[in-house]
């Protein structure tokens, strides 16, 4: 309708419209790009290049479930009576132990998707290659301007590069987990983890630190082995990850000879205590990131409380 597209400015000094100082605001009018990135001709296309590639799976959930009927209840108790508050209570979550869970991209959509993000960031290897040269070319007081610009723009392709290679270990997760999906039928995760699973989009699983949590305790609950999660996706498992699951294995092991060796003389305690320590040194090791009442429970199911007040 003959609207300019209006740019928001902090710096009103640099408006070259009057009309704008005369009434008083800047909508409406044209200001001037400052402060913010210009990137080239090239990057912008790698950049919509990538959006079109990532943009029909970004709000997708990853994974399809169907859950098992729920278990008929009383219908009287699910009215609400008149003496009631409002809202009701929230419904409880569904039955995990029996549901039935699949990929909700097919193999053939995650090989052609990782082959196009490879090629992509390929190329953008090849552009933060050269704006780095550039960069260096152009470091001189008098090409400031010309500096900030390639340095702006080596930003944004690292960004780029990281939200590529993060896409990439994603994909590799789904390509783990579609093997054995019905190991998730009979996780020992509670319903609360497997339903915030089921509700997980590309997006979280791409960009949100809660989502690494929920994949941690799918891999404590033995989904997937913890070894080939950190060795295909180092960024959503760290080796911090690995170790501390390690540890929790290891007590996992020592909680079970001593089920075993009840009642028996044939137990041996050095090694048993051995295990704990090297566990316990683990988790000492890394305490910041250890859950205090999954250590608290398997520590104390093997008799190591007093290394529990320690960790803490």
């Known amino acids: 309708?003959?609207?300019?597209?209006?740019?928001?400015?902090?710096?009103?000094?640099?408006?070259?419209?009057?009309?704008?100082w005369s009434q008083g605001s800047f909508l409406g009018h044209a200001v001037p790009l400052s402060g913010t990135a210009r990137l080239s001709g090239r990057l912008r296309g790698l950049y919509l290049y990538l959006s079109r590639l990532l943009r029909p799976l970004w709000l997708a959930p990853v994974m399809l479930v169907t859950w098992p009927p729920a278990p008929q209840g009383d219908a009287s108790r699910t009215k609400r009576r008149r003496d009631e508050w409002w809202p009701p209570p929230p419904e409880p979550p569904p039955v995990a132990k029996g549901a039935r869970w699949q990929c909700a991209f097919s193999r053939t959509q995650r090989v052609h998707i990782k082959t196009q993000l490879a090629l992509l960031g390929a190329t953008l290897q090849k552009c933060m290659s050269r704006l780095q040269a550039d960069g260096e070319t152009l470091a001189s007081p008098t090409g400031s301007a010309a500096t900030s610009a390639a340095q702006e723009e080596s930003a944004a392709a690292a960004g780029a590069m990281q939200l590529i290679s993060t896409s990439l270990e994603a994909f590799d997760f789904l390509e783990l987990l579609?093997?054995?999906?019905?190991?998730?039928?009979?996780?020992?995760?509670?319903?609360?983890?497997?339903?915030?699973?089921?509700?997980?989009?590309?997006?979280?699983?791409?960009?949100?630190?809660?989502?690494?949590?929920?994949?941690?305790?799918?891999?404590?609950?033995?989904?997937?082995?913890?070894?080939?999660?950190?060795?295909?996706?180092?960024?959503?498992?760290?080796?911090?990850?690995?170790?501390?699951?390690?540890?929790?294995?290891?007590?996992?092991?020592?909680?079970?000879?001593?089920?075993?060796?009840?009642?028996?003389?044939?137990?041996?305690?050095?090694?048993?205590?051995?295990?704990?320590?090297?566990?316990?040194?683990?988790?000492?090791?890394?305490?910041?990131?250890?859950?205090?009442?999954?250590?608290?429970?398997?520590?104390?199911?093997?008799?190591?409380?007093?290394?529990?007040?320690?960790?803490?």
Do not use: Y
């Open 1 to 20: 309708m003959g609207f300019t597209q209006a740019w928001a400015s902090t710096e009103p000094s640099t408006v070259q419209n009057p009309a704008a």
């Open 178 to 312: 579609s093997g054995c999906t019905e190991s998730l039928t009979t996780a020992s995760c509670s319903p609360e983890t497997m339903l915030r699973f089921s509700e997980l989009t590309f997006r979280d699983l791409v960009c949100q630190p809660e989502a690494r949590r929920i994949l941690q305790q799918l891999m404590r609950a033995g989904v997937v082995a913890c070894r080939q999660l950190h060795a295909r996706c180092p960024s959503l498992f760290s080796a911090a990850d690995l170790q501390i699951q390690e540890a929790f294995e290891l007590l996992k092991m020592v909680q079970n000879s001593l089920a075993a060796a009840a009642g028996s003389s044939t137990l041996d305690l050095a090694r048993l205590s051995h295990l704990t320590h090297q566990a316990l040194c683990t988790l000492e090791r890394h305490a910041s990131q250890v859950d205090v009442i999954e250590a608290s429970s398997r520590l104390r199911a093997v008799g190591a409380c007093k290394s529990f007040n320690a960790l803490c």
